[in-house]
């Protein structure tokens, strides 16, 4: 059974860091293609990054700079680096993995990490 | 960037009713489009992509039809469990992917 299970979440200080972790099982991060979508408060949904099975990475424009996806093939895991943080870095962090057959669509969620950027 | 306007934002429906959501894409998208649904403090779940390709395990009350830019995403027979908010999400601008506001559809 596909999951994926968020952690790493929590309070941070405006200017401040946090790496979010993403653990997968019943499938191998590394050869798929894997995102994080964050969701801000009351709010719709928003692509973040994605990386690819090959290791090419792609960001949204409002992250690019400060955020850095990456994965350890090793603890099946993949990960969001966030730096320079900013109030409106508050949300809800999903991680996903694309479908294999149609790029683009996500077909597993996790459950997410809530990240919030306040004084 | 690609901007994909849902309306309407809010719905309030019974059980049994037929809801009809458009996704309108601010320029042509071809079928490049997937639908989810949201629960509260769930994440989504995958509807529809392809614009009308239904998502294997869904019910076959929900339908999605369009290309270009305009879309719809169609509940036959409104159930208890639909109850929910609806995104669209667009894939012509790969691996730059945006989604839409968001229609919530509540019980009348």
């Known amino acids: 059974e596909v999951q994926l299970v968020e952690s790493g979440g929590g309070l941070v200080q405006p200017g401040g860091s946090l790496r979010l972790s993403c653990a997968a099982s019943g499938f191998t991060v590394s050869s798929n293609y894997m995102s994080w979508v964050r969701q801000a408060p009351g709010k719709g949904l928003e692509w973040v990054s994605v990386i690819y099975s090959g290791g090419t990475t792609y960001y949204a424009d409002s992250v690019k700079g400060r955020f850095t996806i990456s994965r350890d093939k090793s603890k099946n895991t993949l990960y969001l680096q966030m730096n320079s943080l900013r109030a409106k870095d508050t949300a809800m962090y999903y991680c996903?993995?694309?479908?294999?057959?149609?790029?683009?669509?996500?077909?597993?969620w996790g459950q997410g990490t809530v990240v919030t950027v306040s004084s | 960037d690609i901007q994909l306007t849902q309306s309407p934002s809010f719905l309030s429906a019974s059980v049994g009713d037929r809801v009809t959501i458009t996704c309108r894409a601010s320029?042509?998208?071809?079928?490049?489009l997937a639908w989810y649904q949201q629960k509260p403090g769930k994440a989504p779940k995958l509807l529809i992509y392809a614009a009308s390709t239904l998502q294997s395990g869904v019910p076959s009350r929900f339908s999605g039809s369009g290309s270009g830019t305009e879309f719809t995403l169609t509940i036959s027979s409104l159930q208890p469990e639909d109850f929910a908010t609806y995104y669209c999400q667009q894939l012509n601008s790969y691996p730059q992917l945006t989604f839409g506001g968001g229609t919530k559809v509540e019980i009348k």
């Open positions: 320029q042509g998208i071809s079928s490049y």
């Open positions: 996903a993995r694309e479908g294999v057959v149609v790029r683009g669509i996500f077909d597993y």
